[in-house]
């Protein structure tokens, strides 16, 4: 298969620098979307990608998995994109879409596994996919994304992976009026789960280990803010809540959130901890209260929620930097000094 070199940022060895490089892309087959990108979100799993903390990666590595762009071209066969649209990309660009799961919608389930936008065998091209830390991407049209046009189209490129990881959630345990929705973490994930949940009429309280972001809670939206650190406080809210969203990516006890559920409650885990978590039998057979996870949407769903957080104007909190800072970045986000997106203005990233 034809390629064509693509001007990239990436990483030859597990916990390197980020660098310039070039990557090689298919050339656009008769299905096939090619987008210029404008911006792509740091995401905390580029850091983990980067780290080796998932295993061993092939090389080199490009991340990025939140991108905006313009489309440039299309195959002869696309008829729902055209150039000069906007468009977005998050994590799936290909899966089997022919088991039961990919015909619900459901492609992060599939039964023959998904392909990733980066770090991924590319079944079409043979090769291997690269992230959106660079120029130019192509995949099939099917897991191409309408972008509306948000004001500030920046901002929203983190609706990509960490908006559908909260969107998703929110809408299977039905988020909206009547529930009262916790919130763990104030971070990526969290800062919009509180900014969505409050749009789809649900009480939210926010639960943080950082005094100094209870406020900032309440700016973005929520109607309690909780320092989880103090007992009495939290024993106000035992037995009260009918969901949790979890976003903490490190190791916590988990127990103290399942006693702040009603009966048949859930709490939701969104972040990826590298170690696994311990759950008292007692905390989830009183109450017939259940711990569960939950990762990206399907396709549609994401196409749902883009367009969900366009008519009610939520995006992401974001830090716009130039690609070569992009490993200044990473240093920051591992120390979690950011609110609380970094995305990439990828006009940096010089022809």
């Excluded at 099917?142 to 509306?148: D, G």
């Excluded at 990881?165 to 971070?187: D, E, F, N």
């Excluded at 789809?200 to 280990?209: K, L, Q, R």
């Amino acid at each position: 298969m034809n390629t064509k070199q693509v001007k990239a940022y990436g990483t030859t060895a597990i916990a390197e620098p980020l660098h310039e490089l070039t990557i090689n892309r298919r050339t656009v087959q008769a299905h096939d979307v090619e987008m210029e990108i404008l911006y792509c979100g740091i995401c905390h799993s580029d850091l983990h990608q980067i780290n080796g903390d998932f295993g061993p990666f092939a090389v080199p590595i490009v991340p990025g998995h939140e991108m905006v762009g313009r489309v440039t071209a299309v195959g002869a066969h696309v008829t729902n994109f055209k150039a000069g649209d906007l468009a977005a990309i998050g994590c799936i660009v290909d899966s089997c879409g022919h088991c039961e799961y990919c015909n619900d919608g459901l492609e992060p389930f599939c039964d023959e596994g998904v392909t990733y936008s980066f770090n991924s065998n590319d079944k079409v091209s043979g090769g291997q996919t690269f992230g959106g830390f660079s120029k130019t991407y192509v995949c099939h049209e099917k897991y191409v994304l309408h972008m509306p046009s948000f004001t500030n189209l920046a901002a929203a490129a983190p609706l990509l992976c960490a908006g559908i990881t909260v969107y998703s959630p929110l809408k299977h345990w039905q988020a909206g009026p009547g529930k009262k929705v916790g919130i763990l973490g104030i971070g990526g994930l969290g800062h919009i789960a509180i900014k969505m949940a409050k749009a789809m009429g649900a009480h939210v309280t926010v639960f943080t280990t950082s005094a100094a972001k209870i406020e900032d809670a309440k700016r973005l939206g929520a109607d309690e803010a909780v320092l989880s650190a103090d007992a009495e406080q939290m024993a106000k809210y035992n037995r009260k809540l009918h969901f949790i969203i979890d976003t903490v990516s490190a190791k916590h006890d988990v127990n103290v959130y399942l006693n702040l559920l009603r009966h048949d409650g859930t709490v939701v885990l969104v972040g990826l901890p590298p170690e696994p978590l311990e759950i008292g039998a007692f905390n989830v057979v009183l109450g017939r209260r259940s711990f569960a996870g939950s990762n990206i949407g399907g396709i549609a769903e994401t196409q749902e929620m883009l367009d969900f957080c366009f008519q009610h104007n939520i995006t992401a909190d974001s830090e716009i930097i130039n690609i070569q800072d992009v490993n200044e970045a990473f240093e920051r986000l591992a120390k979690g000094d950011v609110k609380y997106r970094f995305v990439i203005d990828m006009a940096s990233l010089k022809n």
